[in-house]
């Protein structure tokens, strides 16, 4: 018997996929990037079957890649090519379990799409604040297991912050049963927290219990344009001072990723007349009207004019123009699809070093390809900026862009390590990146992990070659 006819005996025909048409879709990333051959795919519908599916692979010495939505930046969902690995997709697990509005929590499979995790928190008047463009497709499984940021990781923390307990499969099948609501839990070591960010590779997250806050109906948002980076660093320390915890989002955007949206996102428009080089969108939200949300925000514009941090703004006056604006900041990824090759970085350092930063940056990759398009954008309210390159427009080759891709990544993670900084802020390391952070990481640290890994997988099968180097 192979692992196919096993999973297929176990779990019935139907929850077994081996046609190269529908193997296809798990073969390259969300940008068609990656050239992964699953052995097959594997679709469980509960947690039972899960552990059957990991199990019968273990047994059999098969690899097993877990695949929420495939909406991943690093190839951390992707098989390798050697059509020995089995892709098992949380798809088919999408309940939303037990909603506890008095205990503020919710708990859900793995699979349920992350967009329905948050209508789930809406319909009992409660909010879950993780929020990233991809929430369509992405899964609460991959958000935990990549420990997600995303726009409102300023006031909210990290995916990891989001989470109470899991439901998790081992990789010999084994079910751990960690689904606690527990505010306070002191019990030893914190598992919950060893799995999120481990990127499918200690084992497969198949439930999560999270945590709810009041909901934040209002809003107060604005476009802005501003001189330099310095400016959004400064003018984020006028907004924090008048707005406080309802500060929920501060994101930067350069005019050329404006440029990238309004070539290619239906519907979006500068709301400026005139260019500037760099643009924060910024917003404030909160339960009740009297909360003070306009007045703070114009406060705090107001002072950011008066010390030039600002040149220009507009503060969206009804829900439809809130959502144009957040669409010049959440159509970036999708407009940068549409615009050829681009070598993604995602990167973070003190907030108050990223002026530096990403001067320094410029020159480097600069010096390396002269006329590389700096695509940068991002979270800068915690530091973390998408320094995604690309081809110049007039004359330059995606072909001379992934030939100097190594030598492009050396000297933005140059400039990261000389600042203590981290050279994958939030889209964790897969196999684009784990290569690189291993070479700048302590071998005590990467001794660590390794450890980690040996005494929850000791035979490899969960997730290879993702993360950690092979030795
Ligand atoms: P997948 O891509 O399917 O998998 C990602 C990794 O998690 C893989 O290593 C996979 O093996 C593992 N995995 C998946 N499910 C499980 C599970 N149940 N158990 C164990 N391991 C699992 N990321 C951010 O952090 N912030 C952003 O702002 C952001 N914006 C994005 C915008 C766009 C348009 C796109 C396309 C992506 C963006 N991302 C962002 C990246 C991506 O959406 C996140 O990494 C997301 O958390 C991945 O979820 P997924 O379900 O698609 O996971
Ligand atoms: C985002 O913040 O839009 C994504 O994390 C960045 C990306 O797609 O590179
Ligand atoms: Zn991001």
Redesign the pocket.
Same mark, same amino acid.
């Given at each position: 018997m192979t692992v196919i006819d096993d999973l297929t005996s176990a779990l019935g025909p139907g929850a077994v996929l081996t046609e190269p048409d529908d193997l296809a879709a798990y073969s390259t990333d969300w940008r068609g990037a990656g050239s992964g051959r699953p052995h097959c795919v594997v679709r469980p519908s509960a947690t039972a079957e899960v552990a059957t599916a990991v199990r019968l692979c273990h047994e059999a010495g098969v690899a097993v890649v877990p695949h929420g939505g495939g909406t991943g &930046?690093s190839g951390g969902a992707l098989p390798d090519d050697s059509g020995t690995q089995v892709v098992l997709s949380l798809a088919r697990m999408r309940r939303v379990r037990e909603v506890d509005a008095a205990g503020d929590t919710l708990t859900v499979d793995a699979g349920v799409v992350l967009a329905d995790v948050q209508a789930a928190a809406e319909a009992v008047d409660r909010l879950f604040p993780l929020s &990233?463009?991809?929430e369509g497709s992405c899964t609460i499984g991959g958000n935990l297991a990549t420990n997600a =940021? =995303?726009?409102a990781v300023l006031r909210y923390g990290m995916a990891r912050e989001l989470v109470l307990g899991l439901e998790v499969v081992l990789a010999d099948g084994r079910v751990w049963d960690g689904l606690r609501p527990l505010r306070k839990d002191n019990t030893g070591y914190d598992l919950t927290q060893l799995f999120c960010g481990s990127e499918g590779t200690l084992g497969i997250i198949t439930a999560a219990t999270l945590r709810l806050f009041p909901a934040t109906p209002r809003h107060a948002t604005a476009w802005l344009a501003l001189p330099s980076v310095e400016a959004a660093v400064s003018l984020l320390g006028q907004v924090r001072a008048r707005a406080g915890q309802s500060l929920a989002a501060y994101e930067l955007v350069s005019r050329e990723a404006l440029d990238t949206v309004l070539r290619h996102v239906p519907g979006a428009r500068d709301p400026f007349g005139e260019r500037h080089d760099w643009y924060a969108l910024v917003e404030l939200s909160g339960a009740t009207d009297d909360e003070g949300l306009e007045p703070a925000l114009e406060a705090a514009l107001t002072a950011g004019f008066e010390a030039s941090l600002v040149t220009d703004a507009v503060v969206a006056g009804s829900p439809t123009q809130r959502e144009s604006l957040w669409l010049l900041? /959440?159509g970036?990824?999708e407009a940068?699809n549409h615009d050829g090759a681009s070598l993604?970085h995602?990167v973070s350092v003190p907030v108050a070093l990223l002026p530096d930063l990403l001067a320094d940056t410029a020159g480097r990759l600069e010096a390396v390809l002269p006329g590389v398009r700096l695509v940068t954008? =991002? %979270?800068v309210g915690d530091g973390n900026v %998408?320094h995604?390159l690309a081809a110049a427009l007039d004359g330059g080759s995606d072909d001379d862009l992934r030939a100097a891709a190594g030598d492009l990544a050396d000297a933005i993670y140059d400039a990261v390590a000389e600042r203590g900084g981290s050279i994958s802020a /939030? %889209?964790g390391l897969g196999t684009a990146k784990r290569d690189a952070n291993a070479a700048r990481t302590d071998p005590v640290e990467l001794d660590l992990m390794r450890s980690i890994k040996q005494a929850l997988d000791p035979d490899g099968l969960m997730n290879p070659g993702k993360v950690l180097p092979p030795r």
């Open positions: &930046l &990233l463009a991809s =940021g =995303g726009t900041r /959440e970036i990824s940068q993604k995602d954008y =991002g %979270h %998408h995604n /939030e %889209h």
